[in-house]
């Protein structure tokens, strides 16, 4: 199984792939706007060599999503990505990601976690 450690950070994130998943931390962001999640994903899919991978994305830290970020993770943003686990906390980002998979509905598989091993196991099939 494919193993690869090496963290790879950027302005906005630290990612890493590991027994094929990768794993997407997102650093402060007070509002993600479009202009700011293309360039994550654009640093993604430079990480990944435009490979697919199921994903843990956390989003512990982000503040607010905009519309328009929202609306593009759901659609292009999500080219590269067999399936989406999005690990959150707080109240708040709960509701963010809830709201995401119901109103923005992503086009592949997505689940909010509040535990990173049920998340993990959970993309395990999607590898």
């Known amino acids: 199984m494919e193993k690869n450690t090496d963290i790879y950070e950027t302005p906005h994130a630290k990612m890493f792939i590991e027994d094929g998943i990768l794993h997407f931390y997102y650093k402060e962001i007070n509002t993600m706007d479009l202009e700011v999640a293309r ?22 830290k982000l ?19 067999t399936a989406n686990a999005i690990l959150t906390s707080s109240t708040v980002t709960k509701m963010m990601a809830n709201f995401y998979i119901t109103v923005n509905k992503p086009h592949n598989p997505t689940l909010m976690f509040t535990d990173k091993q049920k998340a993990l196991e959970w993309l395990k099939q999607f590898k």
């Open 39 to 60: 360039q994550c994903v654009s640093d993604r899919m430079s990480f990944t060599k435009n490979q697919a991978y199921p994903c843990l994305v956390d989003v512990i």
């Open 63 to 81: 503040k607010n999503f905009t519309k328009e970020a929202r609306d593009y993770f759901a659609s292009d943003g999500n080219v590269g990505i």
